[in-house]
């Protein structure tokens, strides 16, 4: 049972005091909200200086927090006036922004994979993404930042899981076949909707990253919301990408909404790894023949069309799902299927994408072909 309210974080919230005035944040209006869902204790904060500047307070906080009730998960929440004005949508040099955005310790590589629109199988392409690069010994995290639509606790079989904190207050990740994985759905029951407006997501997925014990790692994937809106734009703004993967399926509707992704990504500068075609086609379980259920071959030549790399297609396939539904994806991979084959096929391209590419870090992983 949760022993705490939003009167008595108010009440410790006054024992803090404001940078410039001294008074406490309370009454100076810094503290905006306050939300406590299950285990999560989301608190806003309206900013008027730079970042950098709350980092005591944010200590501060959660340390009387802690002292007060220490089973819970405090997330601080920063956010201002000024961050909609100061983002750009220009083509801007990507290196440049993420100089003044978030830099993860100990993560070489981070890749976006993105969706146009929902419901295309991108959380589905990103769990077996990160099982077959593991099982090239291959550190590899995942970060869940659909935050309206958490799917990865259940993907992994980890949804009854909670994270801990550690001494430094950082959180720590939820690790499964070789996996290190952090998502909101760990601080929520799975059939709470998250009712929050685009600032707060923004700040909870910044330091989702940075609050995190990740440890050494040679690749993060980011199970990205779907869409084009200011969550991903500022993803990719704020964190130092090495590239972005599109899902799309072969129907048009779902390809005018990939062609988005993949502009907004160029707009910023961020590397396209390439496109996956998911669903591509159906697999009959009784006869073996093929069904082009939503057409085919429409993300290939969208490929062509705006000159980047095709990635490969995955068949709507049972088994894929039944695997995903249970928890158990590591089936696909290790069965060695033709399933299996799909993904370790993307995987290998991006291994090689990373290997070749102009901005994957020069102290990146050494990784060679089998």
Not at 115 to 132: D, M, P
Not at 340 to 347: E, K, V
């Amino acid at each position: 049972m949760i022993k705490i309210n939003k009167n008595i974080i108010i009440n410790i919230l006054k024992n803090v005091r404001d940078i410039e005035t001294k008074e406490n944040i309370v009454s100076t209006g810094t503290l905006k909200n306050i939300i406590i869902e299950d285990n999560l204790v989301s608190i806003i904060f309206h900013i008027k200086y730079k970042e950098e500047l709350y980092e005591k307070i944010i200590i501060e906080c959660k340390k009387l927090l802690n002292q007060y009730e220490s089973n819970l998960n405090y997330n601080i929440l920063l956010t201002s006036e000024l961050d909609s004005k100061n983002m750009s949508t220009k083509s801007t040099d990507n290196k440049a922004v993420n100089n003044n955005g978030i830099k993860p310790e100990g993560i070489k590589n981070i890749i976006a994979i993105a969706s146009g629109k929902g419901g295309v199988g991108k959380s589905t392409l990103t769990t077996n993404l990160a099982l077959s690069l593991s099982n090239k010994n291959i550190k590899v995290g995942i970060l869940d930042a659909d935050i309206y639509g958490p799917s990865q606790p259940r993907m992994l079989g980890l949804k009854d899981m909670k994270p801990e904190q550690t001494a430094n207050g950082k959180i720590t990740t939820i690790d499964k076949y070789g996996i290190k994985c952090m998502s909101i759905g760990f601080l929520i029951d799975e059939d709470k909707p998250m009712v929050w407006r685009g600032p707060m997501v923004q700040g909870a997925l910044e330091q989702l990253i940075k609050d995190v014990e990740w440890g050494e790692l040679d690749l993060l994937l980011i199970d990205m919301p779907p869409g084009t809106g200011d969550v991903q734009l500022t993803m990719s703004q704020r964190v130092p990408l090495s590239g972005a993967i599109i899902v799309s399926t072969p129907q048009d509707i779902a390809l005018i909404d990939a062609r988005k992704g993949l502009n907004m990504f160029k707009k910023v500068n961020v590397p396209i790894v390439g496109i996956v075609e998911n669903m591509s086609y159906y697999i009959c379980t009784n006869c073996g023949s093929e069904a082009k259920i939503f057409g085919h071959g429409g993300a290939k030549q969208t490929s062509k069309d705006m000159e980047v790399e095709f990635l490969g297609e995955i068949p709507l396939d049972i088994n894929i799902r039944i695997n995903s539904d249970e928890g158990k994806p590591n089936k696909t991979i290790l069965e060695k299927s033709n399933n299996a084959t799909y993904f370790d096929n993307i995987s290998d391209k991006l291994i090689y994408f990373l290997e070749k590419s102009e901005n994957a870090k020069t102290e990146g992983p050494t990784i060679k072909f089998e």
